[in-house]
């Protein structure tokens, strides 16, 4: 990569960015001189600056004869950014342009509404197959891209991945887990729709920043949308040893703070399609919180609901299928369980779909995650409490740090640890 060491010399600059425009990628380190403190003790303050690039060129321009120009130059531009400044500090915030409607339940069989997926999917596919699908049709048909860290290796995200695309369709980002999700922002300001792909949830913690605080809040403030789909793989231990602290467990909870973000954890085909198409139709980014045990589910997975159930339970994510486990458990003790199945995480709605299991369930209800217990769980178990006179428990990971060992592991609510805590609801209203 060719590059050059230049001063801040504004023809400098100027000169070696056509020098370099046609020998791209190339770079150019420009050496400025910090005049005053950004912050804190300013202790810069105390030695001089080494030069003024600004006060140079003045100085230039009154040998050339031409102070007074400048001065009037100057003091006019200070005068214009000065009444600019303060027109923005006195304009009222723009309200949120988010306007979210909810899917109603999910239909019996895989109903495509968008055209661009009529006749591409069909209701024998599993999860995986139908994300492979939905992201070959975006590459080939409407000038998509994907993008990640290991695409092309390691089982191309459990089959996710289409084969055969050449590398600016699926475009290798480097491991790094910093800048990726500045580059799907710059694809989506080109208008390409990008799909980022996380292998791990754990990732995140590196790579969410351009998402939360910019592709978010672009177009509530600049008026402009930085549409991403990002595309977040979670995983509950391996067949193996354990992942460790950072690849390891769901973390949608980190999407959930920023305002402008969409954050769902769809977990089968229908639940997917619904999400994409929501991603197609609007203009926000999204947080697609997947998970690699819902890779091979093919069927919907309704809502279970009694007239007199004891409990009501509102799983996230993979505790859905532990909750399924439980229920024959429970009822074999005699507990009967409703299941309301959680995919629109934020915004979240509170309708009767939600409320009206719970209002009639004796003992109120659980929203069980695959996430921390201090982040989605809480939050939603938190909004649902307010719209009836129920108490509305969370359960979620331990708050802990896992190891690598198996013993240090850190799993979301097992199946054991969901039935002796509806025991202990139902039984001693623990």
């Known amino acids: 990569m060719p590059g050059r060491d230049i001063t801040d010399n504004p023809r400098l600059i ?29 202790m810069d303050q105390s030695r001089p600056a080494e030069w003024d690039r600004f006060d140079l060129i003045k100085q230039e321009l009154a040998k050339m004869g031409l102070e007074k120009e400048a001065t009037e130059i100057e003091l006019e531009t200070a005068l214009k950014v000065g ?74 995200v459990a089959g996710t991945i289409p ?3 050449n590398s600016e369709q699926v475009i290798e980002l480097p491991m790094s887990d910093m800048s990726g999700s500045g580059i799907a922002c710059g694809y989506a300001l080109d208008g ?38 990002a595309r977040v793989s979670g995983t509950d231990g391996s067949g193996g040893p354990t992942i460790g602290p950072v690849a390891s467990a769901c973390h949608h909870g980190l999407a959930m703070r920023q305002p402008g973000m969409i954050v769902a954890a769809p977990m089968t085909p229908v639940e997917y399609i619904a999400l994409w198409e929501y991603y197609l139709n609007n203009e926000f980014p999204v947080y697609c919180s997947e998970h690699r045990q819902a890779y091979n589910l093919v069927e919907p997975m309704p809502d279970i609901v009694y007239d007199d159930a004891d409990i009501t339970l509102f799983p996230i994510s993979s505790t859905r299928l532990n909750v399924l486990k439980a229920l024959p458990i429970l009822k074999e003790e005699g507990i009967i369980c409703n299941v309301v199945h959680l995919v629109w995480l934020k915004p979240f709605v509170v309708d009767n779909r939600i409320l009206e299991p719970l209002k009639n369930s004796s003992y109120g209800g659980v929203v069980l995650d695959s996430d921390y217990e201090n982040g989605a769980s809480k939050l939603i178990a938190y909004d649902i409490a307010q719209h009836t006179m129920r108490q509305v428990r969370a359960m979620g990971l331990e708050d802990r740090t896992s190891g690598f060992a198996r013993h240090l592991d850190n799993l979301p609510p097992s199946t054991e640890r969901i039935v002796n805590c509806v025991r202990k609801v139902v039984r001693f209203n623990f």
């Open 83 to 156: 009444r600019a400044w303060e027109t923005r500090l006195q304009a009222k915030p723009k309200k949120s342009s988010i306007v979210f409607i909810r899917p109603t339940d999910p239909p019996k069989k895989i109903q495509a509404t968008n055209k661009l997926y009529r006749g591409v999917l069909n209701e024998n596919l599993n999860l995986a197959q139908t994300i492979n699908e939905i992201t070959k049709d975006h590459i080939l048909n409407h000038r998509g891209v994907v993008m990640g860290q290991c695409l092309n290796g390691a089982g191309n």
């Open 192 to 229: 390409r729709r990008p799909i980022l792909v996380s292998r791990y949830q754990g990732f995140m913690h590196f790579n969410i920043a351009y998402l939360t605080n910019y592709a978010a809040k672009a177009k509530e403030m600049w008026g402009y949308p930085c549409p991403v789909f």
């Open 163 to 165: 084969e055969g695309l």
């Open 14 to 42: 100027i000169h070696w960015a056509k020098e370099l425009i046609n020998q791209l990628p190339a770079i150019l380190n420009v050496r400025v001189c910090r005049i005053s403190a950004h912050s804190g003790t300013r």
